[in-house]
RNA sequence: GCCGCUGUGGCUUAGAGGUAUAGCGAUUCCUUGGUAAGGAAUAGGUCGCGGGUUCAAUUCCCGUCAGCGGCUCCA
């Protein structure tokens, strides 16, 4: 049976002459139904031999449209033409009845229009993605084949455990791997949970990080002093990290011409995706990666095999992507976002791979010192056949040093332009997955971008390219810590940004007036390291010790620490931890006691002073 | 982009065909405090925006923008 699926504001008709000698009794000539979906319907031979199975699998897809589109007016329409394998005129309309009688059943408003008549008809399509949908109902038998047929196109999804076997996703069991079971079902089949709004858009906005900007395009947010400096200072440690690794940082035009020869090329297979800017009578567009930028550069760079692995590194401030405006979310995904993005130009397949291993490494451990650990993330794979076949091995490497199962996706044959690539996603609160860091060998742009190498016989060589974002986009990096403080506060744990995140690290609450000089020579002394600065500030304001405790704690302040009389004297101080499991909390602590815990915990990190005023009443409120 | 839901002072929100609650926050005053909200007063809103219906619209209708959920997508 062949379907032809029409979401209309309205289909009507008129009933002209016979089509057949004996058409269908009608009585009625014209017939109209609004807000309709119209399945225009050929029943064909294959249909003659199981008609019930027939009428329920085709049921069940127009129910499933109509539902999707919430349509409760359904127009049975015979339609010929559909096929070319028609099944005899008495079955098919017995088989056109029965379907009307169980979509009626299924509490629509259903009209079927009189079969074995010459028809005139209007119909008004809506014209949306999900408008015209054609579906094919063949008989199970043939479906598993065809199935079987379209996969085969397409990839398999597995998962490969620490032990070298793979599994069927379907028949894995999950337990104790909770996270990769909501990952791989993200991934791999659409999941339909219900779900609340996402956790850490409310936080973003309660902790005066980012919010909205209803004056600019969907999908670029704006940034808060806090958040600023929280997102900075990701930014500063993620550059240092890439730098260490022998990423030459450079800095690339964010926009791009068009109609260049190279890009246009690219970009003919995304035609919709990206910001496009005028500037004369040249049409740009906004970049989407690093990569162009960086691509033009080696293009023109002369490049011994001495060089190799040459690695170049691009912090994009910002990357594009026009996003449908459906699918943007907080700060999981914008359309304006900061993308790391260091590309390794190597000799061949063996440098690549070894490259691959090294860039592995870095990224889990960036991930890690940011707050992000190996528990917080789950890897997927993805690479061809071919490839995993040669290279068993390799591959199994990577997912010990992970230590747990992977989802691994493996084509037949190659559809993109890579040929192994690798992800960490996170899986959040909701249970959505996304992507941070990723890793990939490109085997396609070195020579599209006619890069080059001299190799050491003298040949000139395009290399392979490995295209990484050792953190991810560092909005998303943001969105993920924040989801994951979130899932702590869901198990009655409280939420922290990791100390060296933190804005504000230590505060100090004096009791009365009288103590904020106090407040003010305790951190001088708290302060006299040469190297690190702690970020502390003092909640100066007229309000009550309690609040004041009350707002540190609603700020996720990891320190804070009450100052009168006592310690005046004592010199001695019981600070609130917040995060208990590092600290002893009955003990009392000196300033200097305090200042080394802290520096402990930020040591390695970037250092940037406080982005707002000490005193806490000197400050304005930006949200709430 | 599609389908649906939501949109009320800076924030969170009550309400209803006759221009509107309350709490937080802000300001001023009182209180001078010891580990999660001390007390009082004052100011602050063309009820997202545009149009329509109506004697009258913030409330009903249409459109639009934004957010959320789902679909789709994620090079």
Redesign the pocket.
């Known amino acids: 049976m062949k379907l032809l699926l029409i979401h209309s504001d309205f289909i009507e008709y008129e009933v002209k002459d016979k089509a057949i000698k004996t058409p269908e009794d009608t009585s009625k000539k014209k017939d109209r139904l609004e807000e309709a979906l119209t399945a225009f319907t050929a029943v064909e031979k294959v249909d003659e031999k199981s008609p019930k199975q027939a009428v329920k699998q085709a049921v069940d897809e127009i129910i499933k449209t109509a539902e999707?589109?919430?349509v409760k007016n359904i127009m049975v329409y015979p339609y010929a033409h559909l096929s070319s394998n028609l099944a005899s005129p008495k079955k098919a309309q017995e088989i056109l009845i029965e379907m009307e009688y169980e979509l009626k059943q299924k509490n629509f408003n259903v009209k079927r229009s009189p079969f074995g008549w010459y028809k005139a008809f209007k119909i008004s399509c809506?014209g949306?993605?999900?408008?015209e949908l054609s579906r094919e109902i063949l008989p199970v038998k043939e479906e598993t084949e065809s199935l079987k047929k379209e996969r085969k196109l397409s990839s398999d999804w597995y998962i490969l455990t620490e032990d070298g076997n793979l599994h069927d996703v379907g028949k894995f069991n999950f337990k104790s791997h909770e996270n990769l079971k909501k990952f791989s079902f993200?991934?791999k089949e659409?999941?339909?949970?219900?779900?609340?709004?996402?956790a850490h858009?409310t936080l973003m906005?309660k902790l005066e990080i980012a919010d909205?900007e209803?004056a600019s395009?969907?999908?670029n947010m704006r940034f808060y002093p806090k958040g600023r400096f929280i997102k900075k200072l990701i930014e500063h440690y993620v550059t240092r990290r890439v730098v260490e690794y022998g990423g030459l940082e450079v800095e690339t035009p964010i926009m791009y011409d068009m109609q260049h020869p190279t890009l246009s090329e690219?970009?003919q297979?995304?035609p919709a995706?990206?910001y496009q800017i005028e500037s004369d009578k040249r049409n740009f567009f906004l970049r989407?990666?690093a990569c162009f930028g960086q691509f033009l550069m080696a293009h023109d760079a002369t490049i011994s095999y001495k060089d190799l692995p040459l690695k170049i590194y691009e912090l994009t401030k910002y990357s594009f992507?026009?996003?449908?405006?459906?699918?943007?979310?907080?700060l999981r995904?914008l359309r304006a976002f900061t993308m790391p993005d260091v590309h390794a130009f190597t000799s061949d397949l063996d440098m690549a791979m070894n490259e691959f291993k090294v860039r592995f490494d870095l990224s889990l451990s960036v991930l890690e010192n940011i707050g992000i650990e190996n528990n917080d993330i789950e890897m997927a794979l993805r690479t061809t056949k071919d490839f995993y076949e040669k290279n068993k091995n390799f591959i199994l490497d990577l997912v010990k040093k992970f230590g747990k199962p992977i989802l691994v996706e493996i084509w037949d044959e190659r559809i993109?332009?890579?040929i192994l690539k690798f992800e960490f996603n996170f899986v959040d609160l909701?249970e959505?997955a996304?992507?941070l860091s990723t890793d990939?060998i490109d085997i396609e742009n070195g020579e599209r971008y006619d890069i080059k190498f001299t190799d050491k016989d003298g040949t000139i060589k395009h290399p392979l390219i490995l295209?990484c974002s050792p953190s991810g986009a560092i909005e998303r990096v943001i969105y993920a810590l924040l989801e994951k403080e979130a899932i702590k506060m869901s198990k009655g744990e409280?939420p922290m940004l990791p100390l060296w995140l933190s804005p504000t690290q230590i505060r100090f609450i004096p009791?009365?007036?009288?103590y904020i000089k106090e407040c003010e020579n305790f951190s001088q002394e708290l302060n006299k390291n040469e190297i690190y600065k702690i970020r502390l500030d003092i909640d100066d304001?007229?309000?009550?010790?309690?609040?004041k405790?009350?707002d540190a704690?609603?700020e996720w302040i990891p320190i804070?620490?009450?100052?009168?009389?006592?310690?005046?004297n004592s010199k001695k101080?019981?600070?609130?931890f917040r995060d208990k499991s590092v600290v002893d909390i009955s003990k009392k602590y000196s300033m200097k006691e305090l200042s080394d815990l802290v520096i402990k915990n930020i040591k390695g990190y970037p250092q940037e002073p406080i982005p707002l005023p000490i005193y806490l009443s000197k400050r304005p409120?930006f949200?709430?």
């Open positions: 999707q589109l919430k809506k949306h993605p999900l408008s993200y991934e659409k999941s339909r949970a219900v779900k609340g709004e996402p858009v906005k909205y209803p395009d969907g999908g690219y970009l297979r995304f995706r990206q989407f990666a992507r026009r996003e449908q405006s459906g699918e943007l979310t907080g995904r993109f332009y890579f909701s959505k996304s992507a990939q295209h409280k009791v009365g007036d009288e304001r007229e309000e009550s010790v309690s609040k405790i009350r704690e609603k804070i620490v009450v100052i009168g009389e006592k310690e005046k101080f019981t600070p609130r409120k949200k709430g």
